[in-house]
């Protein structure tokens, strides 16, 4: 995908790259793009490039973006890679981290390669989709990858997990309180270590589940038997997808933080291993939408839209859980669903302050509620799946052969997500609502001072 230009990242509608029509259906693609992901290669035969440009009448902004294809070799008669097109890699970035995945600066039109031009310069493409449409085009792949980025940020926050959980029983320091055999113990007897591998897997637990909450949504939007469960699949979908984004992607960066902590000094030394997953997992927040543009995207687009039916179907859900928990006869589930239930009343108040304040004359103010509401959609989704899984986990438990400490680990997750995440939602809320007077009010030379 190569939308990014010097001047235009998060600013998309900013771009200048220009395509010129031939006359017989393809296009001469001008300009330059920077961090291409995979922009060039020697791993396949071929590589197709979908680029975003402007055609030479095209209004400004977003609506004046189309999408071509421009591949590196174009097709020859038989459908083979023919001559080499007009696209070059000119440069690679230097990153904190996947190193092994190459982040490109690419040049279209530069007369490097004319073969496929007939001589003269411009990249050789085609338009996919209709004219000055090109963003909406493009969004049918941004939006199934920032579900994927999401769960870059479980499967990095998941190995370093592992590997924490590892070192935690090999490395011996101190004597951990209610040690009794000989010698140092396991760092992995330490509370306070303890309570790090908790947060570790129970938040990896919950991203999973939104993530994967996501996608069930994303598949049921195409394939639920009737239009109106599709309808619904697919609101649930949108309004979704900016959480299992942004969400899963800075508790990625918070799992692999702790993973480095948990190694101590070994963490810190790339000989260890941790420190790889937590360079790795910082990228996760920032590409395919900064997760301060997916914080935005939820407040501004995704709780607004159909009058904020979707996020109070969505709410509806989450109390039916509490209600469950509230009368099941077990008194960890009890606890979960009191939790909840308070989480889940200060998620729907600042979901209903956020829809006001837009409508009326604080978008601003909502603007700058946006990440800290985010934090809490996240938290309370996936507080709300684990006390799900551990309902389902609770009735399992009675079932003849069932893996009890499988199960009753389940519980364990959920109740500590609700004890160490959930309980702090509601001292959240203040800084949701509390406007952007406070950011703008020192100016510039005060805030440096
Ligand atoms: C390793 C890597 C791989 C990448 N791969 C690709 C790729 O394959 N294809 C591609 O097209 N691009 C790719 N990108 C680009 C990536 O998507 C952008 O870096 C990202 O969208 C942010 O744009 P930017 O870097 O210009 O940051 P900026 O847009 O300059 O943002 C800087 C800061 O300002 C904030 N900000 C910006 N605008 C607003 C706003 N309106 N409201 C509030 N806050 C705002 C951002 O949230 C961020 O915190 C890649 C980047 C990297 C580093």
């Not at 029983?169 to 140092?184: C, D, L, V, Y």
């Not at 950011?439 to 510039?444: G, M, N, R, S």
Request: glycine share 12%; with cysteine.
């Amino acid at each position: 995908m190569n939308l990014t230009e010097p001047q235009a990242g998060s600013d998309v509608g900013a771009l200048t790259a220009r395509a010129e029509p031939e006359g017989d259906g393809s296009y001469r693609i001008f300009g330059q793009k920077i961090y291409i992901t995979w922009g060039e290669h020697p791993m396949a035969a071929n590589i197709v490039h979908l680029v975003l440009a402007r055609l030479p009448d095209a209004p400004p902004g977003s609506r004046g973006i189309s999408l071509f294809l421009v591949p590196k070799f174009v097709p020859d008669a038989a459908g083979n890679p023919g001559a080499r097109n007009d696209v070059t890699c000119i440069g690679l970035e230097h990153k904190m981290g996947i190193h092994a995945s190459p982040t490109c600066t690419m040049a279209y039109g530069e007369g490097v390669h004319t073969g496929a031009g007939g001589g003269r310069p411009g990249a050789i493409g085609w338009m996919v989709g209709e004219p000055n449409k090109g963003l909406a085009a493009m969004f049918t792949m941004m939006n199934s990858a920032r579900l994927n980025v999401g769960l870059q940020g479980v499967a990095v926050g998941d190995a370093a997990f592992q590997k924490a959980h590892d070192y935690a029983q090999e490395r011996r320091q101190g004597r951990a309180e209610g040690w009794t055999e000989a010698g140092p113990s396991p760092i992995f007897h330490h509370a306070d270590v303890r309570r790090m591998l908790m947060t570790m897997k129970a938040k990896v637990a919950a991203a999973r589940t939104i993530c994967h909450m996501t996608a069930v949504a994303a598949d049921l939007a195409r394939t639920a038997t009737s239009a109106e469960a599709r309808e619904l699949a697919r609101a649930r979908e949108e309004l979704l997808t900016p959480i299992a984004k942004g969400w899963s992607t800075d508790t990625g960066v918070e799992i692999a933080s702790l993973g480095v902590q948990i190694h101590g000094g070994m963490g810190f030394v790339e000989d260890g291993g941790a420190a790889q997953f937590y360079r790795d997992a910082r990228i996760a927040a920032i590409y395919e939408g900064t997760n301060g543009i997916q914080a935005i995207d939820l407040v501004s687009r995704k709780l607004p839209m159909e009058g904020g039916g979707p996020v109070r179907t969505l709410i509806g859900e989450m109390r039916e859980t509490v209600a469950a928990c509230a009368t099941s006869r077990s008194e960890a589930l009890k606890l979960i669903g009191g939790r909840l239930s308070a989480a889940v009343d200060v998620f729907e108040e600042a979901a209903d302050w956020l829809i006001r304040a837009q409508s009326g004359n604080q978008k601003r103010d909502a603007l700058a509620g946006a990440t800290p509401f985010l934090k809490i959609a996240g938290d309370v989704t996936g507080g709300w799946t684990l006390a799900k899984g551990a309902l389902l986990a609770n009735d399992r438990l009675a079932t003849p052969g069932a893996d009890v400490a499988w199960l009753t680990a389940r519980l364990s997750l959920a109740g500590f997500f609700a004890e160490n995440v959930l309980s702090q939602v509601p001292g959240q809320l203040a800084g949701i609502t509390a406007g952007a007077d406070q950011l703008f009010e020192p100016d510039i030379e005060a805030l440096a001072g």
